[in-house]
């Protein structure tokens, strides 16, 4: 059941309590989401004007809720988000975010933390009962390429700050991970500076990519210690071509997340070295 690299279970009862607390944390997760989109967010676009407050304030309701739940997690006693100085992220205007992904709850961590958070979405939640919430709200991944550059840089523009994980999917335990160059593009295309944030903490086992959903670390809840990184400008590529640009702006970012981290840069992304978390 457990990967080689984790200890044994060393307390089979409340490791039993803590896959439960689990399932139960995404049962308010999913109700909580049905609530805001049905009952929460229609209202409050019936009364915000234009488009642009309400996504201000709608995304402050989601940020909100988002800390509400994450209180849940920590009151049951299955996580911890450890962090050096809110403000120091409430304050963040106009940045692109990135960050490492090793589980399914790093989006829910930093959108707790960011209360002005736009990101990408997979367009398969518009045909969600999500629909509302991605719609009004997000940017849709289905954009063709042009109108995603304008559309990110426009809400960066109005002060936002845009979340991408450059790996595009959650980090795999073992293994290559392969940055996508979408990060670079839309930094190149904006201006924006980029401020990368490391997700460190314990092991994340049930919650990462193909852990199975009866899985959980085997000894300690799972902590959430979020780091800010060094900001990285994109002006110093302004004189290269934007191939070049792009590539060496992308190699840039997953070595500010990676190097020193138990990764090291290969020719085709990042090669895992280590399994111990920052």
Not at 94 to 113: E, G, T
Not at 144 to 152: I, N, P
Not at 161 to 180: A, N, Q, S
Request: net charge positive; hydrophobic share 45%.
């Amino acid at each position: 059941m457990f990967p080689n690299d984790l200890p044994p279970v060393s307390n089979r009862a409340l490791y039993a309590y803590r896959v439960l607390a689990k399932w139960f944390s995404f049962f308010i997760f999913g109700l909580g989401s049905s609530i805001l989109t049905l009952a929460v967010l229609p209202p409050l676009r019936l009364v915000l004007h234009p488009r642009a407050r309400f996504q201000k304030y709608g995304r402050r309701v989601i940020s909100a809720a988002l800390r509400f739940f994450v209180f849940v997690m920590h009151s049951i006693g299955i996580v911890n988000l450890e962090f050096e100085n809110r403000e120091n992220f409430r304050h963040l205007k106009s940045k692109i975010i990135i960050a490492n992904h090793p589980s399914l709850l790093d989006v829910v961590m930093l959108f707790s933390l960011i209360p002005n958070a736009d990101c990408i979405v997979n367009a398969y939640l518009n045909h969600s009962i999500l629909r509302l919430l991605v719609r009004q709200l997000y940017i849709l991944n289905s954009l063709d390429h042009e109108e995603l550059l304008s559309t990110c840089t426009e809400s960066l523009r109005q002060g936002n700050c845009l979340i991408i994980f450059p790996e595009g999917t959650r980090t795999p335990r073992f293994g290559k991970v392969v940055f996508k160059k979408g990060t670079a593009r839309i930094a190149l295309a904006s201006g924006c500076n980029i401020l990368p944030l490391h997700i460190g903490g314990t092991d994340k086992f049930g919650l990462g990519k193909k852990d199975p959903w009866t899985g959980f670390n085997p000894r300690e809840r799972y902590v959430y210690r979020v780091s800010i990184l060094p900001e990285i400008s994109p002006e110093k590529y302004q004189n290269f071509s934007r191939p070049a640009a792009v590539r060496a702006l992308t190699g840039e970012l997953y070595a500010s997340l990676f190097t020193n981290r138990g990764f090291i840069p290969t020719a085709a992304g990042v090669q895992k070295i280590s399994n111990q978390q920052a």
